[in-house]
């Protein structure tokens, strides 16, 4: 928690998600990892399927 506190940056995920049970706001982490709420990866994910890529492959003309 002194981490924390301090501001270190190598502070781990784990200790911010300690102090987060410990004031009560513990489930607020489901809304961060919930995909359906990241609209920049959705728009990514949906900005990738739009594209078609199409893989040229060498003429062998060897009879």
């Given at each position: ?18 102090a987060l049970w410990a004031l ?5 982490l489901d809304l961060l990892a ?22 040229r492959t060498k003429v062998d003309?060897?009879?």
């Amino acid at each position: 928690m002194e981490a924390i506190e301090r501001g270190e940056v190598s502070t781990g995920i784990g200790a911010y998600v300690k102090a987060l049970w410990a004031l009560g706001l513990d489930q607020e982490l489901d809304l961060l990892a919930d995909p359906g709420l990241d609209r920049d990866g959705l728009a990514l994910e949906l900005s990738a399927q739009t594209k078609r890529v199409r893989v040229r492959t060498k003429v062998d003309n060897d009879f």
